[in-house]
């Protein structure tokens, strides 16, 4: 099976999160026919991450087998190939499954693959999959990249701000205490809050992506929360210390997901670029030294154009193949 029938055959099953289980089948059964130790772990309920390997691995190309909503059908021109998950994140799953039975046929036989599920929502894949016990020394997951060599990848903090206050008729304000002018004046805040810059990984940036609140126009709202994303370029740890000073009592941060920024492995001859986005490697850390690289670019991921270019895919093989044998040359 070429490497355009195999991402059209992913493609073609939906796998937005948390649905992932028919993906995986398909996936597992492939991997098994091509001659690959499959191992299946559960991560909960019919969701399971995928370990294959030949020999015992020291290098694992990894990537995520879940989309984010919605689904969107596999189509396709002369140049490219259009659908959820062309490039966030089948094409880069395609191109490591093909990459592998290309280097096991020229007799480099140490390649693991990890397949996990969860990673457009809250990576429980990832952190589950850190457990499997392995011996690997190097780590190339891949992501959307443009081909390209991240050099380091911002980390990202996922937080639920929920506002407290009192309802009343709202003929009478004072009566009341408005849960959403609370929620407002924080966002407010942290808009013009100034936060940590690294020279390598940029600027913190942020975004309010849900905002909910109250009952109706008439009553004061005694409840209203916000979740927000913000992308990193310092620890967790030091985020936290910075969002949560002066935070008012009726106010409250549930972290739902964070991810520190990392600092990848590079290597001569690849081009290289910085990533604003977030990955699983945080997450990974238990399986050698990072690397990132895929097809694709981030700008169509998660849009309704999602989109890879054909020709990047072959590409994309031949670059996994060229720094594995680096690599193995060299470990």
């Not at 659908?83 to 499954?97: F, H, Y």
């Amino acid at each position: 099976m070429d490497i355009y029938t195999l991402l059209k055959k992913l493609m073609e099953i939906d796998s937005t999160s948390g649905k992932e289980d028919h993906v995986v089948d398909f996936i597992a059964g492939y991997l098994k026919d091509s001659g690959f130790e499959v191992m299946l772990q559960n991560v909960n309920g019919k969701r399971n991450n995928i370990f294959a390997k030949k020999d015992e691995p020291v290098i694992v190309f990894s990537t995520h087998m879940d989309t984010v909503n919605p689904y969107i059908p596999y189509s396709e021109d002369t140049d490219y190939i259009y659908g959820r998950g062309a490039c966030d994140a089948k094409g880069s799953l395609s191109v490591q499954i093909k990459a592998a039975e290309k280097l096991v046929e020229k007799g480099f036989g140490k390649i693991g693959l990890l397949f996990v599920v969860g990673e457009e929502a809250g990576s429980d894949g990832a952190k589950k999959a850190n457990n499997i016990r392995n011996k690997c020394k190097y780590l190339i997951n891949g992501e959307p990249t443009e081909n390209k060599l991240i050099s380091g990848s911002k980390g990202a903090i996922r937080i639920r701000i929920v506002a407290h206050g009192k309802a009343a008729h709202s003929a009478y304000p004072e009566q009341g205490d408005s849960a959403i002018f609370k929620l407002i004046h924080l966002l407010n805040r942290w808009e013009e809050q100034a936060y940590p810059e690294d020279k390598i990984l940029g600027k913190t940036t942020w975004n309010t992506g849900l905002i909910s609140g109250g009952v109706q126009a008439n009553v004061i709202p005694a409840h209203a929360e916000a979740e927000v994303m913000f992308r990193t370029v310092v620890s967790f740890e030091k985020m936290k210390y910075i969002l949560e000073k002066d935070l008012p009592a009726d106010i409250s941060l549930e972290y739902i997901y964070q991810a520190d920024p990392v600092i990848l492995n590079t290597a001569d001859g690849f081009e290289k670029d910085i990533a604003a986005f977030a990955t699983d490697v945080p997450l990974l850390n238990k399986w050698g030294k990072p690397f990132l690289m895929g097809p694709g670019s981030i700008l169509d991921a998660h849009t309704d154009h999602e989109k890879v270019k054909k020709s990047d895919l072959e590409k994309a093989v031949n670059l996994y193949c060229d720094l594995t044998e680096m690599l193995l040359k060299n470990k």
